[in-house]
């Protein structure tokens, strides 16, 4: 191979081979314009999905289980070791019923409390009354927590408070007001934490719980409560009924001096003006004697009336057939008798004798006798009538003329009653309100010596029972805590990895095709030895990516082949090298180049020297001949990197490298190029342009997604022809179960199962 036949195209870095023809670059081309627009695409694609894959969840659950497992035991133990060192609490438990009427021994409106039918506020303020700090005070009050060292037994300090006690002078002063009223607010502090209201659904009843770190103090805390809440009940409404009463007392002082002084004003203006009253709340004298007079007139009238009637009644009667009077008279009535006898006896007698028959005579004196007597009777009587009549007429009369005195003495009183009414009236209104306001003093009275109670206590607290910690509840919720904390610690670190880590991130966050996945090796193996077992794992990933080369492209594998990678240490001069010998074993010519003219390692990898090499013969100091060597493998021709020069992208973007690419094509099968890293070095994207396809090489869970976008946006830019991606160094555990690249272990499987079955036969 001499550089005098190399090829006459210019090697410029952004030319393409020579030795392919027009149509292969514009095809070249459109490859890398759709491989751009594909990553960009897919990319956007991947941002903008919402959707939630609950399987790749749990794939980073399975990958991070060590987390998740991890963070769970760390705040199991944590809530253990808490629960452990947690001072006992102990319960004790009063049932109260509250009922909003009470039985009304005395019904007074306005004492006795009236609650709506409606609502929960009344019993609201019964639970929010129990949970009150004056309750609390009282209660400690009662309990006498403030005194001795009670509370500090039942609320221990801190322990820099009591190395504070412990050098502290051993005399002990008398506490100041400050302090009795610090231990009285922490007393109340105390009752007030330790008190829980647990209310009853759907009945009238509510449980009163205290907690503490005594069981015998529980209990006692608990039905001090109950019956302090009980007492305050009831001072309540007895306050309420004295603060009323002592209000009525006051006003009642107060209604009664106005009522004296209406009253002295009232009397004071009768005396003056000579307004006599009868009684209370009757007229005056003069009206009285006005209202008999008018009655008496009234009396007279009618009597005059009637004597008129029977005066003229008398005066058009002749003789006594009118006379109504007449006819009830004894005397006339026996007079007419006397004569009705007298007029029979004449006129039997008239039949035998004759008017002037002395008998006769005598008896018609007798008749006229008679007859002069009745009429003086009715004479007299005429007269009677006629002196009643004028009897009456003048006692009208002279009732009439008093009645028109009066009534002028009235109508001057009316006009000097008027103040006098006004005085009567306010009297009157002031004694209302006295009697009614006394009235209310008196039911009040009644009322408050009846003291109601609308709560009873149904159930008294026993002795406490342990209530926490509970170590299986706690130890339940740390291990529920811990893995949601697992979880959320496993999905933080996963979201803030942003590495490659699978071949479908590869696919999804690049858009290239993976076409093999290297598995990774553990400690101690090493990949030259993995290499020398062919049934292994390692050996057969690189055999499937041969073979995924072959039908990368409608020709097969690129002639030349550019094996490269983001960055460094991610195992593509190991891919080039296995790949090589790979194809070597198909009885392939291959040449792999060491192009890495800033850190080269095929050397050490073949154990060859690497006196001279790429560099001598791109600074024509050497033929291509003179820096090719043969390697332990048949077919497999090395050609190392030679002394590093100090300008390795000048030397590459020269014509020599363009002419080496040509020739080495044409005379062996197979070139394959082990390139420098693509990020921060301009080598990679003038090799990439070069030569006819680019692998690029991707370390699971160390390559960043951005950086390989970088560098795959950069060998596009170089118009590189990327035919896929290589994974290496993956391992399913750290990537998660359920990706599905552990066949390569098939053959292993195997091996193994083998030996077994000889066994059993």
Not at 356 to 383: C, T, W
Not at 661 to 675: H, L, M, R, T
Request: aromatic share 6%.
């Amino acid at each position: 191979m001499s550089d005098n036949k190399d090829p006459g195209v210019p090697g410029e870095g952004g030319q393409l081979p020579a030795t392919q023809s027009a149509n292969e670059r514009q095809q070249a081309l459109a490859i890398a314009r759709q491989q751009a627009l594909s990553l960009d695409v897919r990319t956007q694609d991947n941002a903008d999905s919402d959707e939630i894959d609950l399987l790749s969840y749990w794939r980073i659950l399975v990958k991070r289980r060590w987390t998740v497992l991890g963070a769970a035991g760390i705040v199991l133990a944590t809530a253990l070791v808490g629960t452990l060192l947690m001072t006992p609490i102990y319960r004790a438990s009063t049932s109260l019923q509250i009922d909003r009427d009470t039985i009304k021994v005395v019904d007074v409106e306005g004492v006795t409390p009236v609650e709506g039918a409606g609502g929960n506020d009344f019993f609201q303020t019964q639970y929010e009354l129990l949970k009150s700090r004056a309750l609390a005070e009282r209660v400690a009050s009662q309990l006498a927590l403030a005194d001795g060292d009670q509370l500090e037994r039942l609320a221990p300090r801190s322990p820099w408070a009591a190395l504070a006690g412990l050098f502290s002078g051993g005399d002990e002063e008398a506490p100041t007001e400050e302090e009795v009223s610090a231990r009285q607010s922490a007393a109340a502090a105390f009752i007030m934490n330790g008190l829980t209201i647990e209310p009853v659904r759907n009945s009238r009843l509510v449980r009163v719980h205290f907690d503490s770190p005594d069981p015998e103090f529980s209990e006692r805390a608990a039905n001090a409560i109950a019956e302090a809440f009980i007492a305050s009940n009831l001072e309540r409404r007895f306050d309420s009924s004295s603060y009323a009463k002592t209000y009525l007392e006051d006003r009642l002082q107060e209604l009664k001096l106005k009522l004296e002084d209406s009253e002295r004003k009232l009397v004071e203006f009768a005396q003056q003006e000579q307004i006599v009253s009868s009684g209370e709340g009757s007229a005056s004298l003069s009206e009285q004697n006005l209202g008999t007079l008018n009655a008496a007139l009234a009396e007279a009238r009618r009597d005059r009336i009637r004597a008129e009637a029977r005066w003229r009644q008398a005066q058009a009667s002749k003789g006594t057939v009118l006379l109504g009077e007449i006819g009830e008279n004894s005397i006339i009535q026996s007079l007419q008798e006397r004569r009705a006898e007298l007029n029979a006896e004449y006129q039997d007698k008239l039949r035998l004798y004759k008017p002037a028959f002395p008998a006769m005579v005598q008896l018609k004196g007798q008749i006229d006798e008679v007859e002069r007597q009745i009429g003086e009777e009715v004479a007299n009587i005429k007269s009677a009538i006629q002196a009643e009549f004028l009897a009456a007429q003048e006692q009208e009369r002279l009732l009439g003329e008093q009645m028109a005195g009066l009534k002028t003495e009235v109508l001057d009183l009316q006009s000097r009653s008027i103040q006098y009414n006004i005085f009567k009236r306010e009297v009157d209104t002031n004694r209302q309100l006295y009697d009614g306001l006394l009235q209310r003093y008196k039911e009040i009275g009644v009322a408050g010596g009846v003291s109601s109670n609308n709560i009873a206590v149904v159930d008294r607290a026993q002795r406490g029972y342990k209530y926490k910690p509970s170590l299986s509840r706690n130890l339940a919720l740390g291990l529920l805590a811990g893995l949601v904390l697992g979880v959320l610690l496993a999905l933080v670190f996963e979201y803030l990895d942003d590495t490659l880590k699978s071949p479908e991130d590869v696919e999804k966050q690049m858009g290239l095709s993976v076409l093999g996945v290297i598995p990774m090796l553990k400690a101690p193996m090493t990949p030259a030895r993995a290499l020398e077992d062919p049934r292994s794992a390692f050996a057969e990933a690189y055999r499937s990516v041969r073979t995924a080369l072959q039908f990368s492209t409608d020709t097969g594998v690129p002639r030349c082949l550019l094996v490269t990678s983001a960055s460094p240490a991610e195992g593509k001069s190991t891919t080039a090298l296995t790949l090589a010998k790979n194809f070597a074993q198909l009885g392939k010519r291959v040449l792999i180049i060491d192009a890495d003219l800033r850190n080269p390692s095929l050397h050490r990898l073949l154990d060859k020297a690497n006196d001279v090499g790429l560099s001598n013969y791109l600074a024509g100091a050497s033929k291509a001949t003179e820096v090719i060597h043969g390697t332990d493998s048949p077919h497999l021709m090395f050609m190392p990197t030679g002394p590093l020069p100090p300008n390795p992208a000048e030397l590459l973007m020269g014509p020599k490298m363009l002419s080496l690419i040509s020739i080495a094509s044409e005379k062996f099968d197979q070139v394959i190029i082990d390139g420098p890293p693509v990020m921060g070095l301009a080598d990679a994207p003038i090799l990439a342009n070069m030569a006819s396809g680019t692998l690029l090489v991707v370390e699971a869970g160390e390559t960043r997604i951005s950086l390989a976008r970088n560098a795959l946006k950069r060998l596009y830019a170089a118009r590189a022809h990327v035919i896929g991606a290589l994974l290496t160094k993956f391992s399913a555990k750290h990537a998660g179960y359920g990706y599905g690249y552990g066949g390569y272990n098939y053959y292993s499987y195997g091996a193994q199962s083998e030996p077994k079955k000889l066994a059993r036969r």
